[in-house]
Nanobody, 115 residues
């Protein structure tokens, strides 16, 4: 059974930092491309950052220079380091894993940026 379990979401003030983690089980982690998506109330889910199995990364323009995605294949975990957080970063953040037609999602973790 495939499981993606996110953690690290919290309430943080503007300008603050958070690190999200996504622990995977039930997949051969190192061959999967991993990503973080987010969905704010009333908006569509959007890609935040993605890291492919080979390690290359890509980011949404809105988070470039502030967020960093990384992976630890030994721990089967993907991370999202979020710095200089803004109120518009408030959303539920979801972990995603993809390999071919296999596409899995976590349950999401809430990030709220507010003073």
């Amino acid at each position: 059974q495939v499981q993606l379990v996110e953690s690290g979401g919290d309430l943080v003030q503007p300008g603050g930092s958070l690190r999200l983690s996504c622990a995977a089980s039930g997949i051969i982690f190192n061959i999967f491309d991993m990503g973080w998506y987010r969905q704010a109330p009333g908006k569509q889910r959007e890609l935040v950052a993605r890291i492919i199995s080979g390690g290359n990364t890509n980011y949404a323009d809105s988070v470039k220079g502030r967020f960093t995605i990384s992976r630890d294949n030994a721990k089967k975990t993907v991370y999202l380091q979020m710095n200089s957080l803004r109120p518009e970063d408030t959303a539920v953040y979801y972990c995603n894993s993809q390999f071919g037609r296999r596409d899995y999602w976590g349950q999401g973790t809430q990030v709220t940026v507010s003073s």
